[in-house]
């Protein structure tokens, strides 16, 4: 269901990226790199919050023993193996 909804969210993100990429070409003509730059940093702020929700529960499958571990993340679990 993660992916799916990351999925959606990649796919809604489109349209902000197009949008800053014409305003960054009306802005600087032919400016090849501004535009991809500027765009992917808009997105990056946009989504960041989003891409949290969605990737912030984790399956029990994504745990290093197949189970819960206490509810840490993969890399305290792996950090706390180690020790």
């Known amino acids: 269901m993660r992916f799916v909804l990351y999925a959606l969210r990649w796919q809604a993100s ?3 990226l197009i949008g800053v990429l014409a ?4 802005l600087l003509p032919g400016n090849r790199w501004a535009g991809p ?19 912030k529960r984790r399956a029990p499958s994504e745990t290093c023993d ?8 993969l890399r ?8």
């Open 23 to 26: 305003l960054v070409e009306w």
């Open 37 to 55: 730059v500027l765009a992917n940093l808009a997105g990056a702020a946009l989504f960041f919050r989003v891409d949290a929700l969605i990737l």
């Open 66 to 73: 197949g189970g819960d571990t206490g509810g840490g993340t």
């Open 76 to 83: 305290q679990d792996a950090h706390q193996h180690v020790r």
């Open 14 to 16: 489109t349209p902000i």
